[in-house]
Antibody, heavy 123, light 106 residues
Framework: QVQLQESGPGLAKPSETLSLTCTVS?????????WGWVRQAPGKALEWIAT???????YFNPSLKSRVTLSIDTSKNQFSLKLRSVTAADTAVYHC????????????????WGQGTPVIVSS | DIQMTQSPPSLSASVRDRVVITCRAS??????LNWYHHKPGKAPRLLIY???SLQNGVPSRFSGSGSGTDFTLTITSLQPEDFGIYFC?????????FGQGTKVEI
């Protein structure tokens, strides 16, 4: 059974780069699936950030694309998110999840998910 | 972006109650709609995909329906473990967007 676990600092300063890693266990990150990041700011809806395939192809939410970098380390079964120039608006719980498909349709869903890691942006 | 609006924002129900949660899309999304359940401190879980298909391992008391812009998630007999937040996600047009969630209290 595939499980995902986020890790990273819980605190970031404004203008810095936030770095988060998701470790996949119980299965290989090299597969037909994709791997994504979703966040939820306090009082707001979940927001899809970006998705990566083990082959390196990436997909981004246009609202965040200019500040996001995704990478994948198949030797460690991990994928990572870097979010540049953070502000208080980036304070959120960040989840990683397996993204079944990235094209529109019935198989574009996220499952399983990690529990999420809270990130606070504050000086 | 497609906006997803859920109602009600929260509800209180008793064990064995029938619960209905609705999700409305700001434009037609066919049946490209997924439902999830999230308990505090745990990982969200996919319940329904394609508006009405039950994900493997999800109890049959959960069901989904709808197409176009209006969708419902029904729990036929609420169980104690069903508390938490339910949210919808459209898979019709990128960026993939989510509803604000419905908090179910028992």
């Amino acid at each position: 059974q595939v499980q995902l676990q986020e890790s990273g600092p819980g605190l970031a300063k404004p203008s810095e780069t936030l770095s988060l890693t998701c470790t996949v266990s119980g299965g290989s990150i090299i597969s037909s699936f994709y791997w994504g990041w979703v966040r939820q700011a306090p009082g707001k809806a979940l927001e899809w950030i970006a998705t990566i395939h083990s082959g390196g192809t990436t997909y981004f939410n246009p609202s965040l694309k200019s500040r996001v970098t995704l990478s994948i380390d198949t030797s460690k079964n991990q994928f990572s998110l870097k979010l540049r120039s953070v502000t208080a608006a980036d304070t959120a719980v960040y989840h990683c999840a397996r993204h079944r498909a990235v094209t529109a349709g019935h198989y574009n869903w996220f499952d399983p998910w990690g529990q999420g890691t809270p990130v606070i942006v504050s000086s | 972006d497609i906006q997803m609006t859920q109602s009600p924002p929260s509800l209180s129900a008793s064990v064995r109650d029938r619960v209905v949660i609705t999700c409305r899309a700001s434009q037609t999304i066919s049946t490209n709609l997924n439902w999830y359940h999230h308990k505090p401190g745990k990982a969200p879980r996919l319940l329904i995909y394609g508006a009405s298909s039950l994900q493997n391992g999800v109890p049959s008391r959960f069901s989904g329906s709808g197409s176009g812009t209006d969708f419902t998630l029904t729990i036929t007999s609420l169980q104690p473990e069903d508390f938490g937040i339910y949210f919808c996600q459209q898979s019709h047009t990128s960026p993939w967007t989510f509803g604000q969630g419905t908090k179910v209290e028992i």
